[in-house]
C-alpha cells in the first residue's frame, strides 16, 4: 500500500520525516507486554522494532531444577489461556521418553480436555480482536461459557486458569459424573452461542472491513518465519501437527483442518472460528467414546507406572510398596534414562514443541519449549509494513501473542 | 461416587434481601442536614469510585478479564470504567509477574499516578516472586513501589480479586485527609527513592 | 516415495562423506553431527536437495555441556520436511573460548530470534546475524545465564533464605 499524500514535500525537508511512536510495553492495545518502537509516517507504519523480554522468567534454566512431575505448574504459565494444552503436551513428551503407554480411556480424556482449552483460547483471541475493532459485546457475551470451560476443569483438577491438570500416565482422579454434566451442559449450549457470534462478525460490513486485506502474509513467507498453527492455516498450509505426528489418540478421531487463504486478519478470525466447530465435533466424538467404556473400564484413569505416577493415598497409608514409591517419587530418587526427545503438540498457536534431553540423573539436563508465538511474532514488522496504525493493533491482537509463551 | 450438589436450585428473588443500604459514616443529623467529617465524605466518595489501572502482564490478568466480564462483576463496586492512562486512575493493580526488564516502566507508571494512589499486587508473583526464584524475575513489586493490598493466589480466584478490591476500599474509605502530606507518607515515597 | 531415515544418511554421507558423523535414530528422528563451519553447507544441501526438501526450521537452541572440552556449547537445529513429514535434528559444537557460528537467518527467517535467544542465553556468537543483541535478558547483561555454571536464582535477593531451600 503506498502512502498516499496530498501535500508534496520536498525530500530532505524538515516537515517530511517520519515519527517515532512508541507503542507499549503498557498500552490497552497491547494484550501482553510487548513493546514495538514504530517509525510512522502520518498513519501508515514505515518500519517497527519489537522489544520482548518483558516477562521473561526463565523457564528453561527452571526446569533444570525440578522433577518431570514439578515442572508441569511451570509449562501452565506458558500460553495460560489454554494452560491443559501444555500440560498434556508436556506429560505425552515424558510418556514417550519414558516409553508409557497410555490407556485408550485417558487418551480420550486427554483429548476432551485439550479441546476445551483450544476452544477456550481460540475465544480468547477472537473476541479480542473483536474488541480492538471496537465491539466489545462479543467479549463479554463469550466470556459466560470460558467460565463454563473454567468450571469442567475445576471439576476435574481444582483450579480455574493455570490448571496443572493431568499427572504422567493419566489423570490424578476419574471424571465425576458432576465434570461430565457440565460438559454435556457445555455441548449442547455452546453451540447456539458460537453461532451467535460468529453472526455478530463474520459478515459485519465494518469489522470485514477492518481485517480484510491487513496483516496478510503469503505461505512461503510464513513457512520461512517458522509459523504454525491457525496463523499458518490462515496463510493457506495445511499443517496439523495432530494430523502429521497424532499424539493421544487423535488420530481415531475424524476432523478436517480449515485452511485460509490470504493469511490476512479475516482469515485468521474464520479459520479460529472454524476451528472452534471442529473442536466442538471432536469433543463430542471422545466423549461418545468415553460413554462407550463400561464396568471396570470406566474406572480407568492412568496408566500403571508406578515410578511416575502417585500411588493411591490408601495404599500408601496400608501399603508397603506404595509407600517406598510415594517416597521415591516426592523425594526424587528416580532417575531418568538418558537420551533426548523432541515431541511436537498442536498449542492453540502452533506446534508447541518440548525438547527433552536427559543424562541420566532426576532433572532434565536441558528443557527447551519450542514456543510457537515467539516464532512467528518476528513476522510483525512485515505484516504491519505499510499498513495503518489501528490496523497494526488489530494484526498484533489476531497473531494471537500470548505473552507467557513469547518469554518463557 | 460422593453425592454432588448442583447450583440449580432456584431462589426466589426477594427484594428486601436484594437491596441493602450502605452503612453512613458516624455524623450529626438533623432536619434537612448531615454533618460529619470531611474526610468521611471524600472517602466514601473515593471508594466506590475507584477506576483501575489494569497493569496485566501475564496469567493474573487473565483471571483479572474474567473479573471484569459479567460473570463476577468488578463494575458493581465502582470501578466500571478501567483506565490505562496513569494520569486518569486511581489504583494500580499489578497482575502478573514482573520481571526486572519490566520494572523501570512499572515505577514510570506509578511516578505518573496522580496523588491519591493505591497499588494493589495481584497474585504471587507481584507481591513476592511467586514460584518464579530466577534470575530475571523481581522478587515482589514491593522491591520499586509501595503496596496497599497483597492478594495471594497463583492465580487468585475472581472473589479473591474482589476480596483485595474490598479491602482497598476500606483503606480508602478510611483514609484521612492529610496522609498524604504527613511526614510518614513521605518517608515511606523517600524510601523507595520517589518524590 | 517415503523418506527414510536410511534415505537421508545415505544422502548426506554421499554429500559430506566422514565430515556429517554420529548417526543415530533414538525415538524415530534421525539426528547427526557436524563440525561447525559446514554448518550453512549442510542446511543449504538439506533445503535445495529436491529429494530431501527440509525446506522448514521448527527450532534452534543450544545446550550446555560443560565437560565436553572443546566442545561446550552444542547448537542443535531441528528440521522438518512438511510434505513427507520426515523431522531430522542436526546438531554443531562450538569451543566456548571461540563460540563463533554462522547464522542460519539468510537462509530461514525464522533463525533470526532463535539465535539471538541461543546468544542471550549461551553466549554463541552468530557470524553475519543483521541484529545479534540480547532478546529476552535485560540488555546490561553481562553474563549467559543458562549456562551451567551460573546459578538460577538471583543472589542479591534479600528476603528468600537459601538455607530453607536446602542451597545455604
Known amino acids: 500500500m503506498e502512502a498516499n499524500h496530498n501535500i508534496n514535500l520536498p525530500e530532505g525537508s524538515i516537515e517530511k520525516q517520519t515519527t517515532t511512536l512508541n507503542f507499549g510495553p503498557t498500552h490497552p492495545a497491547t494484550h501482553g507486554v510487548f513493546q514495538n518502537i514504530m517509525e510512522v509516517d502520518g498513519e501508515r507504519v514505515v518500519s517497527t522494532e519489537q522489544t520482548v523480554g518483558y516477562i521473561h522468567r526463565a523457564f528453561e534454566k527452571l526446569a533444570e531444577r525440578r522433577p518431570l512431575y514439578q515442572i508441569t505448574p511451570i509449562t501452565d504459565r506458558l500460553n495460560y489461556c489454554s494452560s491443559p494444552i501444555n500440560n498434556m503436551g508436556w506429560h505425552i513428551t515424558c510418556e514417550k521418553f519414558l516409553q508409557i503407554e497410555t490407556p485408550k480411556r485417558v487418551d480420550y480424556l486427554r483429548i476432551i480436555i485439550m479441546e476445551l482449552a483450544r476452544i477456550s483460547d481460540h475465544l480468547i483471541c477472537n473476541s479480542i480482536v473483536g474488541v480492538d475493532t471496537g465491539a466489545y459485546t462479543g467479549f463479554l457475551y463469550v466470556m459466560q461459557y470460558r467460565e463454563l470451560i473454567y468450571e469442567i476443569y475445576e471439576e476435574v483438577c481444582g483450579s480455574r486458569l493455570t490448571t496443572n491438570i493431568g499427572r504422567i500416565g493419566g489423570f490424578e482422579r476419574n471424571f465425576t459424573n458432576t465434570a461430565f454434566t457440565k460438559l454435556e451442559r457445555f455441548l449442547k449450549e455452546y453451540p ?54 497424532p499424539y493421544s489418540s487423535y488420530q481415531d478421531m475424524d476432523f478436517t483442518v480449515p485452511v485460509g487463504s490470504t493469511g490476512d486478519n479475516y482469515d485468521r478470525f474464520l479459520v479460529r472460528n472454524a476451528e472452534m466447530w471442529q473442536s466442538l465435533s471432536i469433543i463430542q466424538q471422545a466423549y461418545n467414546k468415553v460413554q462407550s467404556f463400561k464396568g471396570t473400564e470406566a474406572e480407568v484413569y492412568h496408566a500403571e507406572v508406578p515410578e511416575y505416577y502417585l500411588p493411591k493415598k490408601e495404599d500408601v497409608y496400608t501399603k508397603m510398596e506404595a509407600l517406598i514409591w510415594h517416597f521415591k517419587i516426592i523425594m526424587g530418587e528416580i532417575d531418568l534414562p538418558k537420551g533426548q526427545i523432541y515431541s511436537p503438540v498442536e498449542g492453540g498457536n502452533g506446534e508447541l514443541g518440548f525438547y527433552l534431553i536427559s543424562d541420566g540423573g532426576r532433572t532434565p539436563f536441558r528443557l527447551h519449549f519450542r514456543r510457537p508465538c515467539f516464532i512467528y511474532y518476528q513476522a510483525y514488522p512485515e505484516l504491519i509494513k505499510g499498513g495503518m496504525l489501528s490496523d497494526a493493533v488489530v494484526t498484533m491482537s489476531s497473531l494471537n501473542l500470548i505473552a507467557g509463551e513469547l518469554d518463557a | 461416587m460422593r453425592p454432588v450438589r448442583f447450583n440449580v436450585h432456584p431462589k426466589e428473588a426477594s427484594i428486601a434481601e436484594a437491596i441493602s443500604m450502605g452503612v453512613a459514616p458516624d455524623g450529626v443529623s438533623g432536619d434537612g442536614f448531615f454533618a460529619t467529617q470531611l474526610s468521611s465524605v471524600v472517602g466514601l466518595a473515593r471508594k466506590n469510585s475507584l477506576w483501575p489501572l489494569p497493569f496485566a502482564t501475564s496469567c493474573c490478568g487473565i483471571e483479572f478479564m474474567a473479573t471484569m466480564a459479567s460473570h463476577y462483576d468488578l463494575s458493581r463496586f465502582g470501578s466500571e470504567r478501567v483506565g490505562f492512562s496513569p494520569r486518569q486512575c486511581d489504583l494500580l493493580m499489578v497482575m502478573g509477574t514482573i520481571a526486572k526488564k519490566m520494572a523501570p516502566v512499572l515505577r514510570q507508571v506509578y511516578i505518573q499516578m496522580a496523588e491519591p494512589r493505591w497499588v494493589i499486587a495481584v497474585g504471587a508473583c507481584a507481591s513476592s516472586g511467586g514460584i518464579f526464584d530466577t534470575y530475571s524475575v523481581l522478587q515482589g513489586i514491593d522491591q520499586v513501589i509501595p503496596v496497599d493490598v497483597y492478594v495471594p493466589g497463583c492465580p487468585p480466584r475472581p472473589e479473591a480479586i474482589i476480596d483485595g478490591f474490598m479491602k482497598v476500599q476500606d483503606l480508602v474509605g478510611q483514609e484521612s485527609i492529610r496522609r498524604r502530606n504527613s511526614e510518614q507518607y513521605k518517608a515511606l515515597l523517600n524510601s523507595y527513592g520517589i518524590q | 516415495m ?167
Request: charged share 25%; proline share 3%.
Open chain 3, 2 to 168: 517415503a523418506l527414510s531415515n536410511e534415505f537421508i544418511q545415505e544422502q548426506l554421507v554421499n554429500k559430506f562423506g566422514d565430515q556429517v558423523f554420529q548417526f543415530s535414530s533414538a525415538n524415530g528422528m534421525l539426528s547427526f553431527e557436524s563440525s561447525k563451519d559446514l554448518n550453512l553447507k549442510v542446511l543449504q544441501f538439506l533445503y535445495d536437495e529436491p529429494s530431501l526438501g527440509f525446506t522448514f526450521l521448527t527450532d534452534l537452541c543450544a545446550v550446555n555441556y560443560p565437560d565436553n572440552v572443546g566442545g561446550e556449547l552444542v547448537v542443535v537445529y531441528h528440521l522438518h520436511n512438511l510434505k513427507e513429514n520426515v523431522r531430522v535434528r542436526y546438531s554443531i559444537a562450538t569451543a566456548v573460548a571461540t563460540p563463533d557460528v554462522f547464522t542460519a537467518s539468510k537462509l530461514f527467517e525464522a533463525a533470526n530470534w532463535m539465535e539471538r535467544e541461543t546468544y542471550d542465553f549461551f553466549g554463541v556468537n552468530f557470524v553475519g546475524h543483521p541484529n545479534l543483541k540480547r532478546i529476552l535478558n535485560v540488555d546490561e547483561m553481562d553474563y549467559f545465564p543458562l549456562r551451567k555454571e551460573f546459578p538460577l536464582e538471583d543472589q542479591t535477593r534479600i528476603d528468600k533464605d537459601d538455607e530453607m531451600f536446602g542451597r545455604g
Open chain 1, 192 to 245: 447456539k452461542v458460537l453461532t451467535e457470534f460468529e453472526s455478530l462478525f463474520t459478515r459485519n460490513r465494518i469489522f470485514m472491513e477492518r481485517t480484510q486485506g491487513t496483516g496478510g502474509i503469503s505461505a512461503e513467507r510464513a513457512m520461512n518465519y517458522g509459523f504454525t498453527g491457525p496463523n499458518l492455516r490462515a496463510a493457506g498450509v495445511d499443517y496439523d501437527v495432530r494430523v502429521a505426528s
